[in-house]
C-alpha cells in the first residue's frame, strides 16, 4: 500500500486527515477545558452518558473506565430512553457536537424532569439554548469538521467530570494522552511506509471485507468507535464484541463460512490484560489458524488503560481514512445518514 499526500487529498476531499494529524495537539489543548461537578463523590448514586454517533464514543470511554475503576454504576444511552433509576443524585452527561441531536435533547429534557444534574457537551445548537434555559451546565466545544473527529473535545471534558468519581485520580495519566499521541503519530503518517505503519497495515490487510473486531474486555469502546470509524469513514460493514463474550458465540459461524468469504478478524488485546483473558486470546487463535480463518493481532502496551483506549482508537479512525482512499471513497460524506434526514 503506497500512500501520498497526493493520493490522501485527490480522495479525502474535507481533509478529514488533516484534523487527525492534529489530534495530540487538540488533546493538549482540550485538557485545559475547565468543568467540575456541583456535589462531592458520596453524593451521586449514578452516571448516565448520553450520545448518538460519532459523539457517543467518549460515552463508551467513559463507561469502560467507570466499570474498572468507579463505585458507582455508569450506563450508556443510544436513543430517547432514559433510564428509570436516573433521580436527584444522578449525573447525566449529554453530548452532542452540534447540539441538535433529537435524541440527546429528549435526554436532558427527561433528566430535568427528574431533577437530575445534567451537563451537556456541544458546540452550541438547540442543546447549548436549553441547558441556559434549565440552568444546566454547558461546555462549550468546537466542531472539527464532523462529530467523529471532535472525540478529544468530547472526552477530555468528560474524563474530568468522573475523574473525581473513580477510586483513584487519573489526572496524571489523563495528562499523558497529548504526548504519547503525539508519539504514535510519528508512526502512522502518511509519510511512515506500510512495512513499519500499523495503521496501513491494518488497512491493507481489511481491504474489501467484513471485518470482525475483537477486543480485550477493557477495550470494548475501542470495537465499538472502530466499527463506527469503518462504516463512516470506510464505508463497509464491521462486527465487534468483546473476545469473552465472541468466544461463546460469534465464534461459531466461521466454522460454516465458506473459505473464499471475504471475512477478516482483528484481535485489539492490552498488555494488561488478565490471564484469563490472554488465554481466551491464544484459543482463539489457534482456532482460526486451524480453520484457516485470516486474522491479524494487535496489542496496545500502555500500561494506563485511558492511554491504551485512545491510543488504539487513534491508530484504529488513521486505518479507516487509510482504508477509504484505497478503496476511492472519501471518507467525510455519508450519504446515506443524509438521505435519512431528507426523508
Given amino acids: 500500500m503506497l500512500l501520498a499526500d497526493s493520493d490522501i487529498s485527490n480522495v479525502d476531499q474535507k481533509r478529514l486527515y488533516l484534523v487527525y494529524e492534529k489530534w495530540p495537539e487538540y488533546f493538549k489543548d482540550a485538557a485545559n477545558i475547565s468543568c467540575k461537578l456541583d456535589h462531592e463523590a458520596g453524593f451521586y448514586e449514578s452516571v448516565v452518558l448520553c450520545g448518538m454517533g460519532g459523539s457517543a464514543t467518549s460515552c463508551d470511554i467513559l463507561h469502560d473506565i467507570m466499570h474498572v475503576f468507579s463505585n458507582i454504576p455508569s450506563t450508556v444511552v443510544r436513543g430517547q430512553n432514559t433510564p428509570n433509576t436516573v433521580n436527584k443524585r444522578s449525573l447525566v452527561i449529554v453530548n452532542s457536537v452540534s447540539g441538535n441531536t433529537r435524541e440527546v435533547i429528549s435526554n436532558m429534557e427527561e433528566a430535568t424532569r427528574r431533577s437530575a444534574e445534567v451537563i451537556c457537551i456541544s458546540s452550541g445548537g438547540i442543546l447549548k439554548d436549553e441547558a441556559a434555559i434549565n440552568g444546566h451546565k454547558h461546555i462549550t466545544i468546537p466542531n472539527l469538521a464532523l462529530p467523529r473527529a ?56 481489511l481491504d474489501e471485507s467484513i471485518a470482525f473486531c475483537f477486543t480485550s474486555p477493557f477495550l470494548v469502546s475501542v470495537g465499538t468507535r472502530f466499527k463506527n470509524s469503518l ?12 473476545i469473552l463474550e465472541a468466544s461463546h458465540n460469534e465464534i461459531v459461524p466461521f466454522t460454516f463460512n465458506n473459505s473464499n468469504s471475504p471475512h477478516k478478524v482483528l484481535l ?32 496496545a502496551g500502555e500500561k494506563s488503560m485511558i492511554n491504551a483506549i485512545i491510543s488504539s482508537i487513534y491508530i484504529l479512525d488513521y486505518a479507516t481514512i487509510y482504508m477509504a482512499v484505497t478503496r476511492n471513497v472519501d471518507p467525510s460524506p455519508t450519504p446515506a445518514i443524509d438521505i435519512l434526514k431528507r426523508i
Fill in 231 to 242: 462504516n463512516e469513514n470506510a464505508k463497509v460493514h464491521c462486527l465487534r464484541d468483546s
Fill in 268 to 299: 485489539v488485546r492490552w498488555a494488561q490484560d488478565y490471564p484469563i483473558v490472554n488465554e481466551r486470546f491464544t484459543k482463539v487463535k489457534l482456532f482460526f489458524k486451524e480453520i484457516g480463518q485470516p486474522l491479524m493481532d494487535i496489542t
Fill in 150 to 205: 471532535s472525540l478529544p473535545y468530547l472526552v477530555m471534558p468528560g474524563l474530568k467530570l468522573i475523574n473525581p468519581l473513580l477510586k483513584d485520580s487519573l489526572e496524571e495519566e489523563i495528562l499523558m494522552i497529548h504526548t504519547n499521541l503525539s508519539k504514535i503519530f510519528t508512526n502512522i503518517s502518511v509519510t511512515v511506509p506500510y512495512d513499519h505503519n500499523v495503521a496501513k497495515k491494518v488497512a491493507g490487510f
